[in-house]
């Protein structure tokens, strides 16, 4: 090759305890060229980048920067190299604008002169095509903003070579269609440009090169306009897999779940739930889809017992008798005690769903440790059950006693699912059950929700990948800023459709 | 493109987290830290006071072991900070921050010479002491409560007011001295019920102290088996864990908060009954003598685990009498066996992030490539 390479990274190393996390791993990035890392979850791609960062210290390798020899000890180092990471979590001060997010850390000889900093901000933002508003405050901002933000703080600090780690998984395709605008623009700027995704599309669609990353050593390196999904797949999973969801036609539809007008305000008084109305039928695969924070965690948590409603009823017909019962007002342990088959798989698996330290029998006594008059806590039962779900659905781990936040997420999420599916659920929600799991477990726990539908039981299932949910439900609703923008059949429904109704807000104005 | 940064050095070595540890390499460490801490004690003595470190450590063994004497006043010592200890650990459990151990411990005290005092000689012995037992726990309870359901309903800050509670039962306890003074004038207790002996522990086999360390012997094993294989037990590690689970599964946080802090407390309160009644026979407002403090040390480094619990306070309550020995029979300066307390307990504490993390020294790398 002519061109230079901007990054080089020749046979790196990260260990951390006993874990590999990478092993001898190579990867190059030229100028004026956009490299997609790929890899499944855990496959070790955000420790790369954090050591190019400047996060993590390599243990063994060699990192060169134009051609020469790099120690990035820190991420102020990693800047004197002119390389910015943009991170998965936004790593901003809440209450200030975003110039003095911006300018935030730069030493100036002068002191700081927010009116030029501002005027440069719009320079870039100009340059490169950027909406935003250098005057407003974080905590005002939708998150595509906020992400705004962060690339221009690498870019305001003079930034050649970026990182961005997973910068789609919070945005709608409309923003992620903005987001790839301005990196086409930055790329023919000349910028260096390292994409972290375990999107297949996103890759295909955005990057010139993809370099596979599997279990911390790199696999390859391929030129995007030569490869496709199968063979991408086939290098990140190691075998041919199908990537196809078997969605059966939904049997027996009864009403199970009816909510109805329901609202929900934070303590602050902001309206979380806005007289959210919908049914939850048996049989069938409720999808729900929207921004992240749209109000999806409060309305699981409602129907769950774990959220305060203000107004509205939940209803839940009993699938034996028939009878109907309300669900509102009443504490999680009572909604059991009524005799409701209630399964919720919460989207903070480790913080919510299960207990990090516990091990796994331990996990599931959480919901049978009450049986039994006697004070003491029978310990059998559940070990039989933790050894049955390990055994099932093939959990990973050295044994019954691993604490669960020691296995790797894939796992985590095996054993709480096997738990909520185990009580012979009729209504199971799952809240982002896929996130962060490589695909393997992600087509595992899509079987099992299949299973559960075809077992009569009313799914509801949270998603924020819009192909996944379009494959795998049966209706789709839509919710934006705590309203239900719509309710559409998956197996007629487009992308761009879902997508407009999780940006619509009627009266308000649209997230941009 | 120009100005890259100049070439960085280095790193000498960098820090990492150990992932897990054989148990007999941490053993190893704690044990090097021991003895590195009695070399660098070695190191002190000699440069500050021209003693044989050898001959003072013999001291300060001979303090806890000397005589018999001593070595019942040690397992008395022992047993009550061990009592304490244990009533802290519940609450740690749940981690809520109970540092008012010291306040409840004071108030069980309170309770115990409340009742010598007040009903000593109207009432039959084994009356007065289920009183006494009562009146103590219900007080120790009531101090660990108040915190407790604040912390519940209103999400007060418990480690403040724990804290705080302490100094109002200490002042509590400073007006009873007064009230309660004997002779008059000399804002004393004194010995409660000197002649009668009303509500004095009795002397089991001979020995003053052996009721004492029979009852927290039975309070270690209970608690432990509360904590591991009680429903309770169960309930508080999962509120201590992560309180987001506990409601999930439908646990009544508040309830669980409030009861394990009234256990907690009533624990403090049997500490109290034990120092009041069954060692000192009198109260002081230094009765509790700042073991409600040291008792969140041996809960920590227990990893609050009971049957350790006994092993920790023992070597704690060892290095404190020692320390004293060494004080006296070398008439040194009492800051001296501080000294080397301080020491030793630094080398302690220290060898935990050792045995956490793990120093990386970078590997000479090869400059010509």
């Given at each position: 090759m002519s061109k230079t390479a901007a990054l080089e990274l020749k046979k790196v190393s990260k260990r951390f305890g006993s874990v590999v996390a990478n092993h001898q791993v190579d990867l190059t990035v030229y100028q004026g060229e956009i490299l997609s890392v790929l890899g499944e979850n855990g496959s070790g791609k955000t420790t790369l980048m954090n050591m190019i960062a400047g996060i993590y210290y390599p243990d063994d390798g060699q990192i060169f920067v134009d051609g020469k020899e790099a120690v990035i000890r820190s991420p102020k180092d990693a800047f004197d190299y002119k390389i910015g990471m943009i991170h998965q979590h936004f790593k901003l001060v809440d209450v200030f604008t975003a110039t003095e997010n911006i300018v935030l850390g730069l030493r100036e000889e002068k002191g700081f002169d927010l009116k030029k900093s501002a005027a440069r901000i719009r320079e870039i933002s100009e340059k490169y095509g950027f909406e935003i508003d250098p005057d407003k405050k974080i905590y005002q901002m939708s998150v595509s903003e906020k992400q705004t933000v962060e690339i221009i703080k690498v870019l305001y600090r003079g930034a050649d070579i970026l990182i961005l780690d997973e910068p789609t998984a919070v945005l709608t395709p409309q923003e992620t269609q903005k987001l790839f605008a301005v990196l086409r623009r930055m790329r023919d700027d000349g910028k260096a440009i390292i994409i972290i995704t375990h999107k297949l599309h996103e890759v295909l669609a955005l990057s010139d090169r993809v370099s596979v990353l599997r279990k911390g050593e790199s696999i390859g390196t391929v030129i995007t306009a030569e490869t496709n999904e199968a063979q991408l797949?086939?290098?990140?999973?190691?075998?041919?897999?199908?990537?196809?969801?078997?969605?059966?036609?939904?049997?027996?539809?009864?009403?199970?779940?009816?909510?109805?007008?329901?609202?929900?305000?934070?303590?602050?008084?902001?309206?979380?739930?806005?007289?959210?109305?919908?049914?939850?039928?048996?049989?069938?695969?409720?999808?729900?889809?929207?921004?992240?924070?749209?109000?999806?965690?409060?309305?699981?948590?409602?129907?769950?017992g774990l959220q305060h409603v203000d107004s509205g009823e939940i209803l839940y017909y009993d699938p034996k008798t028939g009878a109907e019962e309300n669900l509102r007002d009443k504490t999680p342990l009572q909604i059991r005690e009524m005799g409701v088959r209630l399964s919720f798989v919460p989207e903070d698996r480790l913080g919510m769903g299960l207990v990090g330290n516990m091990d796994i029998a331990e996990n599931m006594m959480l919901r049978s440790y009450r049986r039994g008059k006697s004070i003491f806590l029978e310990k059998k039962q559940p070990r039989t059950l933790a050894e049955e779900i390990i055994k099932q659905l093939e959990v990973v781990t050295p044994s019954v006693n691993t604490p669960?936040?020691?296995?790797?997420?894939?796992?985590?999420?095996?054993?709480?699912?096997?738990?909520?599916?185990?009580?012979?659920?009729?209504?199971?929600?799952?809240?982002?059950?896929?996130?962060?799991?490589?695909i393997n477990s992600s087509y595992l726990i899509y079987k099992l929700l299949n299973e559960q539908k075809e077992n009569g039981v009313a799914v509801i299932f949270v998603g924020e990948d819009l192909d996944v949910l379009l494959e795998l439900c049966d209706r789709i609703l839509v919710i934006g800023a705590g309203r239900v923008t719509g309710i559409v059949d998956a197996r007629t429904a487009t992308k761009e459709e879902i997508g407009l109704l999780m940006t619509k807000t009627e009266g308000g104005e649209a997230h941009g | 493109m120009a100005n890259r940064a100049e070439k960085k050095r280095e790193p000498l070595f960098h820090i990492v987290k150990r992932d897990t540890i054989p148990f007999w390499q941490s053993i190893l460490i704690r044990v090097a830290a021991v003895a590195l801490a009695l070399v660098v004690c070695a190191v002190v003595v000699v440069l500050f006071t021209d003693l044989n470190?050898?001959?003072?450590?013999?001291?300060?063994?001979?303090?806890?072991?000397?005589?018999?004497?001593?070595?019942?006043?040690?397992?008395?010592?022992?047993?009550?900070?061990?009592?304490?200890?244990?009533?802290?650990?519940?609450?740690?459990?749940?981690?809520?921050?109970?540092?008012?151990?010291?306040?409840?411990?004071?108030?069980?005290?309170?309770?115990?010479?409340?009742?010598?005092?007040?009903?000593?000689?109207?009432?039959?012995?084994?009356?007065?002491?289920?009183?006494?037992?009562?009146?103590?726990?219900?007080?120790?309870?009531?101090?660990?409560?108040?915190?407790?359901?604040?912390?519940?309903?209103?999400?007060t800050n418990?480690?403040?007011?724990?804290l705080m509670m302490n100094y109002v039962a200490i002042q509590l306890v400073s007006f009873f001295c007064t009230v309660w003074e004997n002779p008059k004038g000399s804002a004393n207790i004194g010995v409660i019920n000197m002649s009668s002996h009303a509500g004095w522990f009795p002397y089991l086999f001979g020995q003053q102290y052996l009721l004492n360390i029979l009852i927290v012997l039975v309070l270690t094993i209970g608690l432990y088996i509360y904590l591991k294989y009680n429903k309770h037990g169960y309930e508080i590690s999962v509120v201590g864990e992560s309180q987001n689970t506990a409601r999930y599964v439908g646990m009544n946080v508040k309830k669980i908060i409030i009861r394990t802090m009234a256990l907690s407390?009533?624990?403090?309160?049997?500490?109290?009954?034990?120092?009041?009644?069954?060692?000192?026979?009198?109260?002081?407002?230094?009765?509790?003598?700042?073991?409600?403090?040291?008792?969140?040390?041996?809960?920590?480094?227990?990893?609050?685990?009971?049957?350790?619990?006994?092993?920790?306070?023992?070597?704690?309550?060892?290095?404190?009498?020692?320390?004293?020995?060494?004080?006296?029979?070398?008439?040194?300066?009492?800051?001296?066996?501080?000294?080397?307390?301080?020491?030793?307990?630094?080398?302690?504490?220290?060898?935990?992030?050792?045995?956490?993390?793990?120093?990386v020294f970078t590997k000479r790398r090869k400059e010509a490539r």
């Open positions: 797949t086939e290098m990140m999973v190691g075998k041919k897999i199908s990537l196809n969801i078997d969605r059966s036609e939904p049997k027996n539809l009864t009403d199970r779940l009816v909510v109805r007008n329901i609202n929900c305000s934070s303590r602050d008084g902001v309206k979380l739930l806005d007289n959210v109305t919908f049914t939850a039928r048996s049989g069938e695969i409720l999808g729900i889809a929207g921004i992240a924070g749209s109000g999806q965690r409060e309305l699981l948590e409602s129907i769950a669960v936040r020691r296995l790797s997420g894939g796992n985590v999420q095996k054993v709480l699912v096997g738990r909520e599916i185990s009580s012979s659920p009729s209504v199971l929600m799952a809240a982002y059950p896929v996130r962060g799991l490589d | 470190p050898l001959e003072v450590y013999t001291t300060m063994i001979s303090g806890s072991f000397g005589s018999m004497r001593k070595f019942w006043a040690t397992l008395q010592n022992t047993a009550i900070l061990l009592c304490i200890s244990l009533a802290v650990t519940p609450a740690f459990k749940m981690k809520f921050w109970n540092i008012g151990a010291e306040g409840q411990v004071m108030m069980g005290c309170l309770g115990t010479a409340a009742c010598m005092i007040l009903i000593g000689d109207k009432v039959p012995s084994a009356v007065l002491m289920l009183i006494m037992v009562v009146v103590s726990i219900l007080c120790g309870m009531l101090w660990g409560v108040i915190p407790a359901i604040f912390k519940a309903y209103w999400n418990e480690t403040l007011f724990t407390g009533a624990i403090c309160g049997i500490a109290g009954l034990l120092i009041v009644a069954g060692t000192n026979h009198t109260m002081t407002t230094s009765s509790a003598g700042g073991q409600g403090f040291t008792a969140i040390m041996v809960s920590w480094l227990a990893k609050f685990n009971p049957l350790v619990m006994i092993l920790v306070s023992f070597f704690l309550v060892f290095l404190d009498r020692g320390a004293g020995e060494i004080a006296t029979a070398f008439r040194l300066n009492e800051s001296m066996a501080d000294i080397l307390t301080g020491i030793i307990l630094f080398f302690i504490i220290g060898c935990e992030f050792f045995v956490n993390y793990q120093i």
